[in-house]
C-alpha cells in the first residue's frame, strides 16, 4: 500500500486548511497518524486516529482546533485532518504514516505554510 497526502499550501494565519491522504488500496487495518516536521526541527506526532475511526489523538498544541477523520471505502481509503486556527508555527511538512502491528509506512509529505 501507498499513502499520498495533498491538500497544503499557502493560508494565512488564522486560516483552514483540510489535508487528505489517500490509500492506494484498504485502508482498514491501519492505524494512522499525522506529524508535521519544521524547517529544521525534528518530525513530531500531531494526531491519530484507530482503524475504525473511533478513537482519536492530539497533541496538546493542536488540540480543539484540529479533526482527524477517515473513510475505509473498500477500494481506496481517505484520511483527513482539518486543521483551523492556523497560525505560522504551522508551518510545517505534513505526512501521514499507516502502522500495522508490523509495519509503518509513511506518505512523501505535503507543505504547508502559514503566513500573511
Known amino acids: 500500500v501507498q499513502f499520498v497526502e495533498s491538500g497544503g499550501g499557502l493560508v494565512q494565519p488564522g486560516g483552514s486548511l483540510r489535508l487528505s491522504c489517500d490509500a492506494s488500496?484498504?485502508?482498514?487495518?491501519?492505524?494512522m497518524v499525522w506529524f508535521c516536521q519544521a524547517p529544521g526541527k525534528e518530525r513530531e506526532h500531531v494526531a491519530g486516529?484507530?482503524?475504525?475511526?473511533?478513537?482519536?489523538?492530539?497533541s496538546d498544541s493542536v488540540k480543539g482546533r484540529f479533526i482527524n477523520s477517515r473513510n475505509n471505502a473498500e477500494d481506496k481509503g481517505t484520511v483527513f485532518l482539518q486543521m483551523t486556527s492556523l497560525g505560522p508555527e504551522g508551518t510545517a511538512v505534513y505526512y501521514c504514516k499507516g502502522d500495522t502491528p508490523t509495519s509503518a509506512y509513511w506518505g512523501q509529505g505535503t507543505q504547508v505554510t502559514v503566513s500573511s
Open positions: 488500496g484498504h485502508l482498514s487495518g491501519f492505524a
Open positions: 486516529i484507530n482503524v475504525n475511526g473511533l478513537s482519536t489523538d492530539f
